[in-house]
């Protein structure tokens, strides 16, 4: 036995090293944080290194509460933006053609002008106290200064999209007198934009850029920490034990390991990247289609990030935006994300089962008790993370701190998991590079939350979005309420392409979020409803980077592996409706009755959409069943008795014709799953 798993385990790494191959060409293809620089001389790398060490070093030293460390919030903030821009400037050649190997002469300027903006705010911030931030001409200088080195350095690292944005709404901002409508505003000028926007905590220096130099940027360095002492390998390796016998194993594999990684990452391409090079060989080898195998690999890495307890960090931005409480987010999403999940399962194994797709012999597979016994041990630090946070009263900084301590003390407990010096602080330096394309784009965001902010641009699409959803339908408040939600969704889509998700979560929840809110639903229904639709930019075409990502790991189409990745995340579609049409679902005011009702109608829902798109169930359907199974599973997005039941009842109906009416000789061997 240990002959053929060593076998196994050589042919999959063959596979995958082919893939692995290829991984940084798609990474950086799909993922325009990972371009950097690749320096040539020592001296620049060993500058890189230290930098980013310090970057670390310096968040750490602020959670763990070093009084030294301690300052008001303006100035941290401008410090962390003005060492990601340092950073920023460093490691992303201005150009595709520019040289990788070294910094280009201006790249220096800019990179001594970043290092000057904390300096600046050091030096004026009690001036600004003083005179109510009423700024001077030098302020306004160096203000804008800042403006565009956000600006340029967004545009390096995450591309135009986000750059190009933030100047349309600095327009905005300054002519909106010239605007339509309900748009328009008297307008600012210049002087009292740069004002707000970069000598308070209203713009740059504000809420989106406190989440990365507080939650975001601990997290990151958290997730680097664990995938440095295998956590990694110990979510595959545990999913391989649990799933990779049944019916086709190696994709549920995928969606459970992808799972658990991306939770933590909260880089939906990076997470592609990371377990697709070995779970999608292994899914086509079994005989799942290209397209197919990264689909699921996208769909599962996407999923990730709606996926309790860390979520990618977005719980904890979620939480300080609303101004809740981490368990209120915890217990909202837990539900919704599970239930995604078993939508994707339930595909994988209907065309398993449609096409007798068989999984890995078990004794090919790792075992539970051995995978526990080498790197069990590496659950201490999240098990820690949530009674610290659910129970212990401390803030999410400085149980995100204790937590990097206590993964760090754990990891030494056994050899296989065991950090040298050198591996923690090449850990700490990659937590530090994985920070800048987030960071950066929360600097960038500031500019966008700060214009809406002073013009009133987020009521203005609000009112305008709720307007067109009630003047379709005036005489019917229901029809209104699902308009509404759907011109919603196409926003926080179109918002969400291209970007890194906090970010996007960001930017929907300012813009789009407040129109639901108006229409009387609860807040919390309503950023998440735009935080998954913000998160499923990465699998819809034409954009779809989680999907094209996985695309060039299968070999497959991409456009067809975005139109598979869509159909396998239906589920995810209609889920977000169905927790703003019934709070239950967020596990809201629910006593045990009715949350049994809820989990039973939602299991049944997710399981017509899976019937319907897949075309099985006890055996094939055919386009009439399917459509009549896709209509049963839309009667239970609004939790009533009687939708419950006739959708339920349609359940029934289904499978009686298919057991008493319809051949069931296309019907493969039902192996038990």
């Known amino acids: 036995m240990a002959d053929t798993q060593r076998d196994l385990n050589a042919e999959t790494a063959g596979e995958a090293a082919i893939d692995a191959s290829k991984s940084a060409e798609i990474m950086e293809k799909y993922e325009k944080e990972s371009r ?44 962390h933006v003005g060492l990601v821009l340092v950073l920023g400037f460093l490691f992303y050649p201005a150009f595709k053609k520019s040289s990788r190997k070294s910094v280009a002469w201006y790249d220096w300027i800019l990179i001594a002008l970043s290092a000057a903006m904390p300096v600046y705010v050091f030096y004026r911030y009690l001036d600004w106290i003083a005179t109510g ?87 990151i360095i958290f997730g680097d920490v664990m995938n440095k002492c295998g956590m990694g390998q110990f979510f595959n390796d545990i999913a391989n034990a649990l799933a990779g016998h049944t019916k086709g194993g190696p994709a549920k594999v995928a969606v459970l390991a992808s799972g658990f990684l991306g939770s933590i990452n909260g880089s939906a391409v990076a997470n592609v990247v990371t377990t697709g090079t070995f779970t999608i060989p292994l899914m086509k080898k ?61 595909q994988v194994q209907m065309r398993a089962t449609k096409d007798n797709l068989n999984g890995i012999p078990k004794d090919q597979l790792p075992k539970i008790g051995d995978v526990m016994r080498e790197r069990g041990h590496l659950l201490i630090p999240i098990i820690f993370l949530l009674v610290m946070l659910i129970w212990s009263g401390k803030t999410v900084i400085m149980v995100a701190f204790w937590t990097i301590v206590v993964t760090i003390v754990v990891a030494q407990l056994r050899p296989i998991s065991r950090m040298s010096l050198k591996d923690l602080c090449d850990a700490f330096v990659s937590g530090a590079k994985s920070t800048i394309s987030v960071a950066i784009a929360c600097a960038c965001v500031g500019i966008i939350v700060g214009v809406c902010a002073q013009t009133g641009f987020a009521l203005s699409v609000a009112s305008a979005i709720v307007s067109i959803g009630r003047n ?66 990465n699998l819809t075409p034409p954009v779809a980077l989680a999907s094209f990502a996985a695309a060039g790991l299968s070999g497959g189409n991409p456009m067809k592996t975005g139109v598979a990745s869509v159909k396998l995340a239906l589920a995810g579609f209609i889920i977000p409706y169905m927790f703003v049409y019934n709070q239950k679902l967020m596990l809201e005011n629910v006593g045990i009755l009715d949350g049994i009702q809820v989990v039973v109608t939602s299991c049944v829902g997710v399981l017509l959409i899976a019937a319907a798109v897949e075309g099985y169930l006890r055996g094939r359907m055919n386009i009439l069943l399917r459509l009549f199974s896709f209509g049963a599973a839309v009667l239970l997005i609004d939790s009533q008795p009687i939708t419950d039941v006739i959708g339920i009842a349609c359940l029934v109906v289904i499978l009686a014709l298919q057991m008493f009416v319809f051949h069931r000789h296309d019907k493969p061997d039902a192996a038990s799953a």
Not at 57 to 62: S, V
Not at 139 to 159: A, Y
Not at 287 to 294: D, Q
Not at 296 to 311: K, N
């Open 133 to 219: 931030f009423r700024p001077t001409t030098l302020d306004i200088v160096m203000g804008t200064i800042l403006i565009l080195l956000v600006m340029e350095c967004s545009r390096r690292i995450s591309g135009p999209a986000l750059t190009i944005l933030s100047a349309i709404f600095l327009i905005y901002g300054m002519y909106g007198r010239y605007f339509p409508g309900i748009f328009q505003h008297r307008g600012y000028t210049w002087t009292r934009m740069v004002q707000y926007l970069t000598c308070d905590i209203s713009g740059i220096y504000g809420s989106s850029v406190k989440v990365s130099a507080t939650f975001i940027v601990l997290f």
């Open 36 to 79: 950097t620089r690749n320096f040539a001389a020592k001296p620049l790398v060993k500058a890189g290194y230290i930098l980013c060490l310090f970057f670390t070093l310096y968040h750490l030293g602020f959670a763990s509460g070093i009084r030294l460390l301690q300052m008001v919030n303006l100035k941290h903030h401008a410090i």
């Open 472 to 537: 379709a339908v005036p005489d019917s408040p229901a029809i209104s309420l699902f308009l509404t939600l759907l011109f919603t969704m196409v926003t926080c889509m179109i918002l969400g392409m291209g970007l890194p998700s906090i970010p996007s979560y960001l930017i929907t929840a300012t813009i789009a979020a407040p129109a639901l809110v108006e229409l009387g639903v609860p807040d919390i229904a309503a950023h998440m409803f735009c935080f998954y639709f913000a998160m499923f930019a």
């Open 286 to 346: 079994t005989g799942y289609t290209k397209e197919f195998a990264g689909a699921v690999e996208a769909t599962a890495s996407v999923g990730g990030q709606l996926l309790p307890p860390i979520m990618g960090a977005a719980a904890f931005v979620m939480a300080e935006t609303l101004g809740v409480q981490y368990p209120v987010i915890i217990k909202a999403a837990v539900l919704p994300a599970l239930i995604y999940y078993l939508g994707i399962i339930l």
